[in-house]
């Protein structure tokens, strides 16, 4: 029974996994490194690098500001509605991102108050960059916060007190005592936000148009890729975030395991 277990194990591993990163690295190189290098740095694939880049860049540093400011909320206070909010922000683990795309669309529409105000005022949401942006927030917002909320509990407030005691200022307890406690939950966090935030697609797909050159993401120009028929374009991007990918696994063990010796 234990060696058919683990046999399952691998098997499901294996057909699940390891299969599809095989083929589809396969087929990347299958015209030789030179058509792959060709793909890679077309000019809409770099378009598309660049700017899954950039959005996922805003989306990390709004997500360390407010899930660690929301972390704290929820481990450090006690409020009416407490118990709400914090089953809100695992909505986005739900709900599906082609779902979030159409609430986005329902709420900044040109028909809505919101897409009135702002198209009043000249700023395109839909369609555009800063919809992308608030796609990509939705499902990643729970990340920083769901790993800083288990590090917080442990950690107490101990240390925190002590530091204030001695005259420390707010802003020196939270760098100098807060900070080194909780930062290798904090990249974790943010590698899990990097993770998800350069692979997201059907939110993306819904708000940004797929408008070649313009708000075309990575994960987007796959698809087109694909649809268009150009296979080796489509592989060879996807292997590049494969490639990502997998640096991001790396850099998430080693914080997992930091974070875990961190709390001991």
Do not use: C
């Not at 299958?30 to 058509?35: H, R």
């Not at 060709?38 to 000019?43: D, G, I, K, Y």
């Not at 797909?205 to 374009?233: C, E, K, P, R, W």
Request: a neutral charge; zero cysteines.
């Amino acid at each position: 029974m234990r060696r058919l277990l683990i046999a399952l194990v691998w098997a499901y591993f294996l057909v699940l996994l390891v299969g599809p990163i095989v083929y589809v690295s396969s087929q990347a190189f299958g015209d030789g490194l030179a058509a792959f290098w060709n793909e890679v740095t077309r000019p809409e694939a770099l378009h598309g690098f660049a700017l899954t880049a950039e959005i996922t860049a805003i989306v990390v540093l709004l997500n360390v500001l407010f899930g660690t400011i929301t972390a704290f909320v929820l481990v450090r206070q006690r409020f009416w509605g407490r118990a709400f909010l914090s089953g809100v922000i695992d909505l986005p683990f739900a709900v599906s991102p082609v779902i979030a795309g159409f609430m986005l669309i329902l709420l900044f529409g040109p028909e809505t108050l919101l897409g009135q105000f702002f198209g009043a005022a000249g700023v395109q949401i839909l369609f555009a960059k800063p919809a992308m942006v608030l796609a990509t927030l939705f499902v990643t917002y729970p990340f920083v916060v769901r790993e800083l909320t288990p590090v917080l509990q442990t950690i107490g407030t101990e240390s925190e007190e002590a530091a204030r005691t001695l005259g420390a200022k707010e802003w020196q307890v939270f760098l100098k005592v807060t900070l080194p406690a909780i930062r290798w939950g904090l990249i974790y966090g943010v590698t899990l936000t990097v993770a998800r935030a350069i692979g997201e697609f059907g939110a993306v797909l819904v708000v940004s148009g797929n408008v070649l050159m313009l708000t075309q993401t990575a994960t987007l120009h796959i698809y087109q890729s694909y649809v268009d028929f150009n296979y080796a374009g489509a592989y060879a991007v996807a292997t590049t975030l494969l490639a990502v990918s997998f640096l991001i696994l790396i850099v998430l063990e080693i914080a997992k395991a930091r974070a875990a010796r961190a709390t001991l």
